[in-house]
């Protein structure tokens, strides 16, 4: 069965810090590749996608990604933490449209001034 | 404009009542989901409509009806549930390019 590995249930970063959240997904078929941010109590909010074409890939927010076929890996990063960003990161992959996304297990992000 | 809107946004329930979630879209999507979230987990999808056709269902529980009335719409129908069924309930949609679009959620609580 496909899966979504997000290494580190959660991450802890300063202010202005680099963010770095991990992704690595199980398929020698490369599938489309999402990011997610999810506030409490709320729904989940698209960061950035990975479909085909350029392999690095800017989003909202100032966060990035970038697709790594050899590595089956769409890690997102970001230069410089703000307190803002404290929230749950969902990395998830589709294989075929129509059907569920299949999501990581989440990592939440604390930013501490 | 990539907005999915759900109504209520928090709902309380006995175990014995009926009441109905509701989603709208107007992005012209063409598939819509219905997932539901557990505190501290990911969605786990519930439901998928096609052209306003039911194409999945994730072996859910009866006591979870989904109705597509058009395009637009889509609603989920509650009866009878659990405690256990408490959760936030996200709706979804998307177009050819699979990129799903979530709502903001309803949460709803079983008592």
């Known amino acids: 069965a496909q899966s979504v590995t997000q290494l580190g249930s959660h991450v802890s970063v300063s202010e202005g810090a680099l963010v770095l959240l991990r992704c690595n997904y199980s398929s020698s078929v490369p599938p489309y590749l999402f990011w997610y941010v999810q506030y409490p109590n709320q729904g989940l909010q698209l960061l950035l996608k990975y479909t085909t074409g350029a392999t690095l890939v800017k989003g909202i927010n100032g966060f990035e990604a970038e697709f790594k076929k050899s590595e089956t890996s769409f890690h997102l990063t970001k230069p410089s933490a703000h307190m803002s960003d404290a929230a749950e990161y969902f990395c998830?992959?589709?294989?075929?449209?129509?059907?569920?996304?299949?999501f990581g297990k989440g990592t939440t992000l604390s930013v501490s001034s | 404009d990539t907005e999915v809107t759900q109504t209520p946004k928090h709902l309380v329930m006995g175990m014995t009542n009926k009441k109905s979630l509701k989603c709208e879209q107007h992005?012209?999507?063409?598939?819509m989901y219905w997932y539901k979230q557990k505190a501290k987990k990911p969605p786990e999808l519930m439901f998928v409509?096609?052209?306003?056709?039911?194409?999945i269902n994730e072996s859910v529980p009866s006591r979870f009806s989904p109705e597509c009335p058009n395009s637009s719409l889509l609603n989920l129908h509650l009866h009878a549930l659990q405690p256990e069924d408490s959760a936030l309930y996200l709706c979804?949609?998307?177009?050819?390019?699979?990129?799903?679009?979530f709502g903001p959620g309803t949460r709803l609580t079983v008592l």
């Open positions: 998830a992959v589709s294989y075929q449209a129509g059907t569920a996304l299949i």
């Open positions: 979804a949609s998307s177009q050819e390019d699979d990129t799903q679009y």
């Open positions: 409509y096609s052209y306003e056709k039911l194409s």
């Open positions: 992005m012209g999507h063409r598939a």
